[in-house]
């Protein structure tokens, strides 16, 4: 089955961080770009960032600049998301996707999400 | 920075009917670039349409989508029970690149 897994999300104080994962399974992982999305609960969809397939290159949305940085390893089928210097307008679910085509917005493959909740 | 505003926010209609969604970009995106979500309570999104007008593996022909330059539409000719939710519209470009999607429209009986 194609499928992508989210984890590492929970409740963390402002200030600190944490690491999200995803496990991707079903299929080749190392072939696409992969990409974070987060939803505050209620609100609207939001780009996070993009990892090229080898993980040469990222991309960052501006609000996440410098405080995000994403990798994967594509020997283990993971994508991840360090998060840094959290704050409370970082909490929302955070969606791994994966981006079917390159040169197309086409993201097909989504995880159930991860809720990161900042309070203290 | 470009901005992708959907229109109405909401909208109301009953299963049969058919039901127009607007995205609109504040500048001219291309057309391969933008793609259709669709959320329903407690799931993740579903990608509908992208390139503006191709169906996604999977998504029934009610659904169809349109446009180019600053204008985009996804149109659902007859309603369905399970259509009922939220969609996205999203673009990918500008300077830096970034991958907006617009605010969504409510689609509720």
């Known amino acids: 089955e194609v499928r992508l897994l989210e984890s590492g999300g929970g409740l963390v104080q402002p200030g600190g961080s944490l690491r999200l994962s995803c496990a991707a399974s079903?299929?080749?992982?190392?072939?696409?770009?992969m990409h974070w999305v987060r939803q505050v609960p209620g609100k609207g969809l939001a780009w996070v960032s993009r990892?090229?397939?080898?993980?040469?290159?990222?991309l960052y949305a501006g609000s996440g600049q410098g405080r995000f940085i994403i990798s994967r390893d594509n020997a283990k089928n993971m994508l991840y998301l360090q998060i840094n210097s959290l704050s409370v307008e970082d909490t929302a679910v955070y969606y791994c996707?994966?981006?079917?085509?390159?040169?197309?917005?086409?993201?097909?493959?989504w995880g159930q999400g991860t809720l990161v909740t900042v309070s203290s | 920075d470009i901005v992708l505003t959907q229109s109405p926010g909401t909208l109301s209609l009953s299963p049969g009917e058919r039901a127009t969604l607007s995205c609109r970009a504040n500048r001219v995106v291309n057309s391969r670039w933008l793609a259709w979500y669709q959320q329903r309570p407690g799931q993740a999104p579903r990608l509908l349409i992208y390139s503006a007008s191709s169906r996604a593996t999977g998504i029934p022909d009610r659904f169809s989508g349109s446009g180019s330059g600053t204008d985009f539409t996804l149109t659902i000719s007859r309603l369905e029970p399970e259509d009922f939710a939220v969609y996205y519209c999203?673009?990918?470009?500008?300077?830096?690149?970034?991958?907006?999607f617009g605010q969504g429209t409510k689609l509720e009986i």
């Open positions: 990892i090229h397939p080898d993980g040469s290159h990222t």
């Open positions: 999203q673009q990918h470009g500008g300077s830096p690149l970034d991958y907006p």
């Open positions: 079903g299929f080749t992982f190392s072939d696409y770009f």
């Open positions: 996707v994966r981006d079917l085509t390159d040169g197309i917005v086409d993201f097909d493959l």
